[in-house]
């Protein structure tokens, strides 16, 4: 392992401020961290790994952005459970050709969006590997008793809704293994890139949504048609999606002519969430005025699959890839 000594490495990682959450006993220091779960809350737990060479290289994220990302996406799917993120664990392997200075970037970057959300970090492990860097985090979050939004609990008659703009990151990506991250991007480029290296968890509307009397939810690590079909598989129920409907950003559109709803469908690590509700809640929502989430299709009774409308035709959409109806 590059560091020179695990304990000193140990000591400048730990959290030098007072912690975040009150419910911490004991955090960093002792053989694993205590705290006080409370007693009106269900405990939600989630982890991730990341892989040098597979989920980033040196090409398309600096460290700084791998810890961002790595804390990120699992922050995500506490918000897919409608939850509160409270704490995080991190496991690291640490090839030789890595500097403490570079593994205390990762630590910053998770610094980051650790104290957007007030999150203490309160253990891990440290270990070294031959030749990726290896970052696994846990995240535990809360959400108030019954209340989490499961993937199972879409209905016939419900509307299909997602948060934000989708594919962009795929398009980021994609323009990240074409020139690095150093190479001359224009600002629309830029912005598909950020989306890329710094995922935006939606932990406030998965909030909103618990409030509501029955969301299902996922978030979009994968690509909508994917994660449409584990809530249609999860609810044994026909999704169908409105190629017209699905937000794509102006800067996808511009970079992508042809190819920005392919993005949107099987591109990955969006970070949005997809989910269903009652068309008598979408009504109410819409007449609040809500802007966060766009309608993209319905939910009804059939063999549990996603079906996409586009110019008329209707598309089985399979988990990885479109197949045309044979007539
Ligand atoms: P043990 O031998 O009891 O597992 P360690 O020396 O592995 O103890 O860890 C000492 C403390 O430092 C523990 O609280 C552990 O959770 C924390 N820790 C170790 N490695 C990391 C890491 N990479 N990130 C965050 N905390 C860590
Ligand atoms: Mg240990």
Known sequence: ??????????????????HH???LVTGIGDDAAVYIPSPSQSQIICTDTLVEEIHFTNQTMSPYQIGYKALAVNIS????????????????A???????Q????????????ATTYRMDLIGGDTVSSKNS?????????????????LRSHAKAGDVVFVTGTIGDSSAGLELLLERGRNGGFNEEESYLIHRHQYPNPRIEVGRMLSKMERVSLNDISDGLASEANELA????????LEA??????????????????????FGGEDFELIGTMSQADWEILQQNGQTTLSKIGTVSDGNPGVVLKQEGSLITLEKKGYNHFKK
């Open 1 to 18: 392992m590059s560091i020179q000594d695990e304990f000193s490495f140990i000591n400048r990682i730990r959290p030098s401020t007072i």
């Open 21 to 23: 959450q009150d419910t």
């Open 77 to 92: 799917d506490v918000a897919a459970m409608g939850g509160t993120p409270l704490y995080y664990l991190v496991s690291i």
């Open 94 to 100: 640490i090839p030789s050709n890595w500097s403490e």
């Open 102 to 113: 570079e593994l205390l970037e990762i630590y910053n970057g998770m610094s980051e969006i």
């Open 133 to 149: 860097l290896m970052i696994t985090v846990t995240v535990i979050g809360e959400t108030e008793k019954g209340r989490q939004l």
């Open 233 to 240: 598989e999860a609810s044994q129920v026909m999704i169908t």
């Open 244 to 265: 017209e409907l699905i937000p794509l950003s102006k800067e996808l559109t511009n970079c992508q002519v042809e190819h920005a709803i392919d993005k949107a469908l």
